[in-house]
């Protein structure tokens, strides 16, 4: 039996798709060149520096992230540029990360540590020691339950005396720890800050060495009242600001006890620009204040990453000796 003829593949019709070609091994994505050593790498450098024309100082602060953002070591340095040249003041060094710190100052030759721990169930224990005084401090707080409420212990390392209890509870806090007396004797002080709702606003009451100052805070919209009375001094005062505009703002103080009064009047041009002047009657100064750069915010944030700040200085008695300062602040990032 003769073996059967082997049939040619069919025509390709001119409309149909030629067969996929095989992918070519040039195409294939070059390997990826290894990152260097975590120690090898070069982190992100920030550089701080600032000048305080009243006091006449420069002061300069280095940091970066290091151990790939694990912690953050810092140098600052400043110097006042005097007649007789510049004065470098000593530096100081840090390492700052979230549970651990460490604060060198090479003038004192000592050193602060700080630390902290969360133990077992929902204590935490926190730590710092100064090796210049030889002393430190060692708390321990602890969450009661399922409340907002927590008991703080703390005590200074070596002890002098009992450790300091302190109470916190939502509307405020209360401390109990040893004082010393001038006689040498030794009693129990009490301390207590506590704040509630009242009328639309909130009302202070803060105790401690048998003073207590007495704080009622109302705000809406437009308008800010604060009166405030110290005991047993019975010292009065009070601030009042009004919201003007959106971007203007007034303000006036007067205490009772002393006569002593002062007015601001606040504009706000826009994020990066605002302008206020104002009198305090017990310094006898008049001043002017012009913000260029977003006073509250970060540097980082506004434009060319600097910002400056300008004062002109009035005294009532004497106006012929007037001054203009200004304080700058600007950051680099390498």
Not at 47 to 55: I, L, Y
Not at 72 to 93: C, E
Not at 287 to 310: I, M, N, Q, R
């Amino acid at each position: 039996m003769a073996a059967p003829a082997l049939l040619p593949p069919p025509p390709m019709d001119e409309g149909s798709a030629a067969p996929p070609a095989p992918a070519s091994l040039d195409l294939a994505p070059p390997p990826q060149e290894p990152e260097p050593p975590l120690l090898l790498r070069r982190p992100p450098i920030r550089v701080t520096s600032e000048f305080d024309s009243e006091q006449r100082l420069f002061s300069h602060r280095l940091s970066c992230r290091v151990l790939d953002g694990f912690a953050k070591l810092r140098l600052r340095v400043s110097h006042a540029a005097g007649g007789g040249g510049i004065a470098w003041g000593p530096p100081d060094f840090a390492l700052l990360a979230r549970n651990f710190s460490v604060v060198v100052d090479p003038a004192s030759r000592g050193a602060v540590l700080r630390g902290a721990a969360d133990l077992a169930g929902s204590l935490r224990l926190q730590a710092s020691h100064s090796t210049k005084e030889q002393q430190g401090e060692v708390s321990v707080t602890a969450n009661l339950g399922d409340s907002p409420c927590k008991i703080e212990l703390s005590s200074l390392v070596p002890p002098s005396g009992p450790p300091r209890a302190t109470f916190f509870f939502p509307k405020g806090e209360v401390s109990i720890k040893e004082k010393i007396l001038d006689e040498g004797d030794r009693i129990l002080s009490v301390n207590g800050l506590v704040k509630s709702h009242v009328l639309n606003g909130v009302c202070t009451a803060a105790y401690s060495d048998n003073a207590m100052k007495i704080k009622y805070r109302y705000k809406d919209d437009e308008i800010s009242f604060i009166p405030s009375i110290s005991l047993p001094s019975n010292s009065l005062s009070f601030a009042f600001k009004r919201q003007l505009t959106p971007s203007d703002k007034l303000s006036y103080w007067y205490n009772f006890d002393t006569n002593y009064w002062g007015v601001i009047y606040k504009h706000k041009e826009n994020k990066h620009l605002k302008w206020k002047a104002g009198y305090e009657s017990d310094n006898r100064l008049g001043y002017a204040s012009l913000w260029v750069g977003d006073a509250g915010g970060s540097t980082k944030e506004v434009p060319l990453k600097a910002k400056v700040h300008f004062t002109l200085k009035v005294p009532q008695d004497n106006v012929q000796n007037s001054v203009v300062v200004f304080h700058v602040k600007k950051r680099w990032d390498f």
